[in-house]
Every structure is written in structure tokens, then in C-alpha cells.
């Protein structure tokens, strides 16, 4: 006759395992300084797009005839994108920051 107390403790364990990986995980990509710049350089570059969209011919003969909140707006955001885009297609794991960490240093 198989122990139930034995089988309960290692599904336990497992169940343990697998919540600890995926708050590693979760962790991991809550932190992911990617999508922080990534987010930033987004909402800067739609601040300047509108900008741009809606800017006086004044402010337009001041810039050489460029509309150039429009132009760096439109750029920003782009870069914006990019970082959004690599967080999206490359996801750090939570072996990757393990592996990371254990190339430091350690102080004693």
C-alpha cells in the first residue's frame, strides 16, 4: 500500500516548485528595464507627434521650414517601439538572471 502522506508532500513540493518559477518569472519581466525605456520613449514620442500635428507656421519658419516636433516625434517613437518590440520577441527568463548573477562577484 503506497503512503498518501509521501505522495501529498511531493506533489506539494512540486506545486511549490512550480509557483516559485513563475513568481521568478513574473518577477523578472516587472523589472525589465526594456520596457520601462520602451514605455517612456513611446509616450514622449506621441507627446511630440501631436505636437507636431498641431504646430503654427511661426514655429515652423523658426525651425528652417521643418516641422521638426513632428520629425523627432515620429523618431522617439519609433525607438519607442523597437524596445517594446524586444521585450515582446526576447523575454528575460528567470535562468538568464541566475546565470547573470552568478558571474558577479561575491562579497564577503
Known sequence: MADPEGKAHEQS??????EDSDRATGMASLFDLRMV???????YGVVLTVMGLFTSDDAK????????????????LAGGAVFLAWVR??????????DADSDRPRAE
Open 13 to 18: 513540493s512540486e506545486t511549490d516548485k512550480a
Open 37 to 43: 525605456i520602451g514605455g517612456l520613449l513611446s509616450l
Open 61 to 76: 519658419a523658426k525651425a528652417a521650414g521643418i516641422n521638426i516636433n513632428l520629425w523627432a516625434g515620429v523618431v522617439i
Open 89 to 98: 520577441l526576447r523575454p528575460l527568463k528567470a535562468e538568464d538572471l541566475h
